[in-house]
T-cell receptor, first 110, second 117 residues
Framework: QKEVEQDPGPLSVPEGAIVSLNCTYSNSAFQYFMWYRQYSRKGPELLMYTYSSGNKEDGRFTAQVDKSSKYISLFIRDSQPSDSATYLCAMSVYGQNFVFGPGTRLSVLP | NAGVMQNPRHLVRRRGQEARLRCSPMKGHSHVYWYRQLPEEGLKFMVYLQKENIIDESGMPKERFSAEFPKEGPSILRIQQVVRGDSAAYFC???????????????FGEGSRLTVL
């Protein structure tokens, strides 16, 4: 079993849809949870950061962490074509050695 | 542009040659991380460095790979005697804070794409 699992997609949605992206993990010691967005041929950029369990909202993006289920989610409301990218979840025990999921490719169709 | 700078962006090497990838972190950042990304796979941690120190190299292959972050100049990831399996995108990231204080804010460069013929 991989340490962090993520559905690779591709996931195609119409513009304006609510998108749900998920990761599961096996290491219960993870405390720091991040979502990165990566456009084609570019480096990842941090979208959301959450420490321990709970929700965090930033504009159209909401991150949820459920440590009891070892499950994290990223929701994108009112999705736009510019949201088309690969979304990587990442997690860490001490904020040092970040473990990334393989990424989910999202296409938002106009 | 004060972002993380990586060069070269593309590098082609023949089997057995050496590859050197350079990374200049963001201004004020003293922590550097190297990751490798293969197609359809996530970023795989390789090494974490601070100035003149290797903090964690648990993701680095034991042979042929080395990394340094000297007091002056960029961080360098060196791959000796490259093989086809080394073909990948290598990303460098920097952060202003270290262990325990890091909030996940890794700032990534645009990557160096190595192709081994």
């Amino acid at each position: 079993q991989k340490e962090v699992e993520q559905d690779p997609g591709p996931l195609s949605v119409p513009e304006g849809a609510i998108v749900s992206l998920n990761c599961t993990y096996s290491n219960s010691a993870f405390q720091y949870f991040m979502w990165y967005r990566q456009y084609s041929r570019k480096g990842p950029e941090l979208l959301m950061y959450t420490y321990s369990s709970g929700n965090k909202e930033d504009g159209r993006f909401t991150a949820q962490v459920d440590k009891s289920s070892k499950y994290i989610s990223l929701f994108i409301r009112d999705s736009q074509p510019s949201d088309s990218a690969t979304y990587l979840c990442a997690m860490s025990v001490y904020g040092q050695n970040f473990v990334f999921g393989p990424g989910t490719r999202l296409s938002v169709l106009p | 542009n004060a972002g993380v700078m990586q060069n070269p962006r593309h590098l082609v090497r023949r089997r057995g040659q050496e590859a050197r990838l350079r990374c200049s972190p963001m201004k004020g950042h003293s922590h550097v991380y190297w990751y490798r990304q293969l197609p359809e796979e996530g970023l795989k941690f390789m090494v974490y460095l601070q100035k003149e120190n290797i903090i964690d190299e648990s993701g680095m292959p034991k042979e042929r790979f080395s990394a340094e972050f000297p007091k002056e100049g960029p961080s360098i990831l060196r791959i000796q005697q490259v093989v086809r399996g080394d073909s990948a995108a290598y990303f460098c990231a920097s952060s202003p804070r270290g262990v325990l204080a890091n909030t996940g804010e890794l700032f990534f460069g645009e990557g160096s794409r190595l192709t081994v013929l």
